[in-house]
């Protein structure tokens, strides 16, 4: 007899070929957007399915622990924008003889998004199942979130850039952001209409892409 109970598991959704096509087809052409979003607004119910395809992530012990800070204010921006570009010329300067080409690289979306998102995590109060031992499984799980976001834009038409080039001290502190919450990612997006077919960074000579097979390994770690 089946168990009428609500924590009996129910039927696996078979998804059809076409439905796995098209989740496969959004993995493969998403991108990290840095200089092609148009200026028009995310549309409202976008945006909710969006965010909602974020908060659907998974997260040790069930703790959510993300949370999303949605930025539009021009003046905050640009004074990310401004936090960004000072540490970004620090940068160039790890980079020696490839100064020039970082600097050719194209990082202005956070002030050309119409939309920037702080992600952050939080740490729940009291033991978090799952997260006894090993306390990363919450930044972890925000990152999967992230994930999801980017993939939900992307199949609706909406880029996304990653910034990670700041300081933490500075940005935590234009954003008002209290001690105890790390910042996981700061996320620009808005709508494309162009992007490139492959990674960005691999066509424009920065670095090759590494093949599936090159970072598999068996059992144990493989030099």
């Given at each position: 007899?089946?168990d009428?109970?609500?924590c009996?598991?129910?039927s696996?959704?078979v998804f059809?070929?076409?439905e796995?096509?098209?989740?496969?087809?959004v993995?493969?052409?998403?991108?990290d957007?840095?200089?092609?979003?148009?200026p028009?607004?995310?549309?409202?119910d976008?945006?909710r399915r969006i965010?909602h395809?974020?908060?659907a992530a998974?997260?040790v012990?069930?703790?959510?622990?993300?949370?999303?800070l949605?930025i539009?204010?021009a003046?905050?921006?640009a004074?990310?924008r401004a936090?960004?570009q000072?540490?970004?010329?620090?940068a160039a300067t790890?980079?020696?003889?490839?100064?020039?080409?970082?600097?050719?690289?194209?990082l202005?979306?956070?002030?050309?998004?119409?939309?920037?998102?702080?992600?952050?995590?939080s740490r729940p109060?009291?033991?978090?199942?799952g997260a006894t031992?090993n306390p990363?499984?919450l930044p972890?799980?925000?990152?999967?979130?992230?994930q999801?976001?980017?993939?939900?834009?992307?199949a609706e038409?909406v880029?996304?850039?990653?910034?990670s080039i700041?300081?933490?001290?500075?940005l935590?502190?234009i954003l008002?952001?209290?001690?105890?919450?790390?910042?996981?990612?700061?996320?620009c997006?808005?709508y494309?209409?162009a992007?490139?077919?492959r990674?960005?960074?691999a066509l424009?000579?920065?670095?090759e892409?590494?093949?599936?097979?090159?970072?598999?390994?068996?059992?144990?770690?493989?030099?």
């Open positions: 007899m089946p009428p109970s609500p009996a598991p129910v696996a959704r059809s070929e076409a796995r096509q098209a989740l496969y087809d993995i493969a052409h998403r991108r957007v840095r200089n092609e979003f148009l028009d607004p995310i549309a409202p976008v945006l965010l395809a974020a908060h998974p997260s012990g069930l703790s959510q622990p993300w949370r999303f949605l539009r204010d003046a905050r921006r004074q990310v936090a960004f000072r540490a970004n010329d620090e790890q980079f020696g003889a490839r100064q020039s080409a970082y600097g050719a690289l194209k202005e979306g956070i002030d050309k998004a119409p939309l920037n998102i702080c992600v952050t995590c109060e009291g033991p978090v199942l031992h990363k499984m972890y799980s925000t990152v999967c979130a992230v999801n976001l980017w993939l939900a834009a992307r038409g880029g996304v850039g990653w910034v700041y300081h933490d001290t500075e935590r502190t008002g952001l209290p001690e105890e919450v790390e910042i996981v990612a700061y996320l997006l808005g494309v209409d992007l490139f077919d990674p960005e960074l424009r000579g920065w670095k892409e590494a093949s599936l097979d090159a970072v598999l390994m068996d059992e144990v770690w493989q030099d």
